[in-house]
């Protein structure tokens, strides 16, 4: 799953307009994997589902989205996406369809571990009464 992902569909986001960006997430030890993936073929296709409750409304926020390895991909990709909500009975009549505008993930695993450096660390200075 590690590599880039476009975002083909979702169901409506709460922005006025979708930009055209991407986004880089380091998933060590991340429990997205575990939990947030609803159905992935690992090569073309992963479907994405989250839900968070807002104390603004009292109701369920839910983010489904699918995933894409390309901005424009086959049909045969998508059908398959497609026959999973189906079978789940979901109303893919709600998701917006960004096509070839879609916003990117980028998924990479980091191959060390860091931590921070003890102490503090300063540059040093040469001031100008330091002659």
Not at 27 to 40: A, D
């Amino acid at each position: 799953l590690l590599g880039y992902w476009y975002a083909y569909a979702t169901t409506p986001l709460h922005l006025p307009v979708y930009q055209r960006r991407c986004a880089s997430y380091n998933v060590v030890n991340n429990p997205h994997f575990q939990t947030n993936i609803l159905f992935t073929d690992y090569d073309r296709v992963t479907i994405t589902y989250a839900c968070t409750f807002n104390h603004w409304s009292d109701l369920y926020d839910v983010k489904l989205r699918i995933l894409t390895r390309t901005r424009t991909p086959l049909t045969t990709t998508l059908d398959k996406a497609f026959a999973f909500l189906n079978s789940i009975a979901f109303p893919t009549k709600k998701l917006d369809f960004f096509q070839a505008e879609a916003y990117c993930f980028e998924w990479y695993q980091l191959k060390f571990n860091t931590k921070p450096r003890p102490g503090q660390f300063f540059a040093p200075h040469n001031f100008v009464w330091d002659h």
